[in-house]
């Protein structure tokens, strides 16, 4: 049993940690707030302080506010389905015994290791380029017309992009949740004449929603700051400018730090008040 003393001594051994952890987070923090009370525009050679809220009222009031905003929120829901469906689906299949089971399982979970530009990039060039790209050579194959899928349909081919490769994700957490199934429930079900949707409805479902739960948590929050895979292939036009996207675009293109920067702010509420939102449903799971 630890002593007194053995426990001071490891609080003190990992007060530097914690601190330079806190530090890491809070001093940017500070700092973005700071800046966002503030007309601060280098390129300009313009710093004016204490501006009020008038950042944030300009922020939000701009025409490009919401429509990044309904941007956001539809990719966040749309990687999420897929990502969700696909991997209880994907996690069923590796479950069962196969040859080069485990060969095929580290091919699913490969994409999750690619890089987002990388990824965007190959997507963007080897597959959906309309002139070159492997679909629209099958389209000129079958005698169809080839599809620009980055203009003709933006927020679909990104959400497709992205959802490849978070999909290994959900695969991973589910297939390990599916693993610690007990087996005697299903055969037991199996032995009474169940179906196979009864079972899967019944018994696999629920054992899984406390995995699904942390999937749709853990990937709301990253995926609330899409930005590489849209800043690669539609640099944010055709509807595809999400909120992250719209800060930068304040910041580096129009040199304003201070609007930019309330933007940030917004951006952190936003992703808190979703966070907080979603372990209140990951809470209750857990409780059940």
Known sequence: MAT??????????????IIALFLWMIVPLVMTLYFSFTDYRPMRLTFECCVGF???????SSSAFWSSVWA??????????????????????????????GIVRILVIAPFFVMPTVSALVWKNMFMNPVNG??????KFFGAEPVDWLSQAPLGSIIFIVSWQWL????????TAIQSLDSEQLEASEMDGAPAHKRFWY??????SRAIT???LIETIFLLSIFAEIFVTTGGSFGTRTLTYLIYQRVIESQNIGLGSAGGIFAVILANIIALFLMRIVGKSLDK
């Open 214 to 216: 942390v999937v749709i």
């Open 54 to 60: 008038e950042n944030y009222s300009r922020f939000m």
């Open 72 to 101: 956001t929120l539809t990719m966040v829901g749309g990687i999420l389905i897929i990502t969700v469906v696909g991997g209880v689906f994907l996690s069923l299949l590796l479950d069962r015994a196969m040859w080069g089971q």
């Open 4 to 17: 007194q003393h053995s426990r001071s001594a490891a609080r003190l051994m990992v007060m530097p940690a």
């Open 134 to 139: 492997l679909f629209a050579h099958l389209y």
């Open 168 to 175: 290994p994700f959900a695969t991973l957490i589910l297939l």
């Open 203 to 208: 018994i696999i479902l629920p054992h899984l």
